[in-house]
């Protein structure tokens, strides 16, 4: 008897559908666009206030004879010179003097005077012939300085609001939302998915191009600023400042190509999806708590983690010059990607090899019903994994002390050489890792095992010792083909895992020596956190991401391939 067949989606689906996937590409691009437009009207800003800094420095500028358009966004002018000391040889405080742009004496209040003296101090730790600075204010405002014979001149900036508003982007999104109803009211069939397809990646086209157009105009008003202020400062304005978005056709094809394959592979079980949520809205109600925490918690740092893989420290946009640093490294660089792969590879495939073979080993023992005490071995063995990983690495670290530790008060006793476990081999800092992460992970394969082998019926075992089967060729036979659906599962679980296991490597070795024991994980927070390059970092993590979805998909046929052993 064949079920009654799914009804098509409605053409309010399809196009409700269109509505909900093209934001996913659009609304990135929207944040990338505004920060593009924010980083190249800070540096017009910068170089702005940086160019009046220096014409009251060295070329005794009145800011007042400038145009409005030439001082659009000066707030405040002022210098500091030294305190000296007084009669008894103390320092005294710089002494400064605040303007606004007309010259006219005023009060910037007590947080702006701090500002102002930090940034002055900023300044003048610079080289004697540095061009000068920018600081940020309090968000509001920048502050731009130069050095002078006498102390320090600057002006201070109101950043100004650059007016980039989403409304632009949902009124063409209302459009095309718009426009797929009648797509899907009028078509049918295997050219309907395609109609929305096109609908989509044209929505997208259109609002990428006015955010690039956006972008642009910004950045044309930002050039216009500067060369009325270079063509009354002369030589004191310094070279104009050089603006490059990546908000171009290159821009917009990608965001226009990643909608088409987007709204092409997702509109259909979307739409199925809306219509099931218009038909069984208290299913859905259910799990929305759940659905609204996984977007908020997973795929929203998620997709800001993507962001960062193409931008540099700076939050320029790099492009693939992350991946290319580390898929393709230089000569010069101090870790090659594939020999951390190679560890990376090698320190999972063993820890689970050892993880799967002494958690079955003592699954088999402690399932012996002639077993005495075999409840209190059972928690005894569970410990290890109910001592948080970063406790039980600190732990095992201390074992494997040169000087005090027990590994090697336990080698003297049988007369042994002590070993420098954590020193310059890589040997010895790989088997302190190892030995700590196989404590750690065999009672969860353990517990597993134990499991699935109470689930076994016992009259398997009865006819398979009827028929002659020894001890081995029933475990052969009958246990080992009924504990894959339990153990592949929890193999790729203990896989991805291990694969980004930091606490150990990093609490235990270190990375050492000279960072050899670093896995792919420990080598993207060593890009965070001592190289301070985000966008490196991220693009480690993007590349870990990808390798462990492969390796998900792979063995998901593995899974799938133990799923009727039953049957």
Known sequence: MTGASEPSPKPLDWALAMAVLV????????????????????????????????????????????????????????????????????????????????????????????????ATGVVRSLPADDAGTCTSGDGAHVICGVRTLGGVSGVVMERADMGFSPFVLLAILFLGTVTGFLAARRLSGRVLPLAITTVGAGTTLVGAASLAWGTASLVDASGILESILAGQLGTAAGQLPLHDTATGAGFVLFATGATAGLVFCLAGPTARLLGNLRDRPLVYAAIAPAMVGMILLIFVPFLMGVYLAFMDGDRNFVGLANFTEILFPGDTADTNFYLTLGVTILWTSLNVSLHVAIGLALALVLSDSKLRGRSW?????????????????LIWKWIFNTQYGPANAFLALLGMDPVDWLGRSFITNFTANLATNVWLGFPFMMVVALGALQSIPKDLYEAAEMDGAGRWARFCNVTLPLLKPALFPAIILGTIWTFNMFNVVYLVSGGAPDNQTNILITEAYRAFRVLKNFGMAAAYSLIIFVILAVYTALTNRMTKAAENVFE
């Not at 980083?39 to 800094?53: I, K, M, T, Y």
């Not at 966004?73 to 710089?94: H, N, P, R, Y």
């Open 23 to 118: 934001p996913v590409v659009l609304a990135p691009a929207y944040f990338f666009a505004r920060m593009e437009a924010a980083r190249e009207q800070a540096l017009s800003e910068e170089w702005r206030g940086l160019a009046l800094a220096r014409g009251l420095a060295h070329g005794g500028l009145d800011p007042g004879a400038l145009s409005r358009e030439a001082t659009l966004g000066l707030q405040i002018v002022f210098s500091a010179t030294q305190g000296g000391v007084d009669e008894f040889g103390i320092a005294k405080d710089s002494r400064l003097a605040v303007t606004d742009s007309r010259g006219t004496p005023l009060d910037a209040g007590s947080s702006m005077n701090s500002s102002l003296r930090e």
């Open 377 to 393: 071995f059972r928690v005894l063995l569970i410990v290890p994994w109910a001592i948080p990983n970063y406790i039980t690495a």
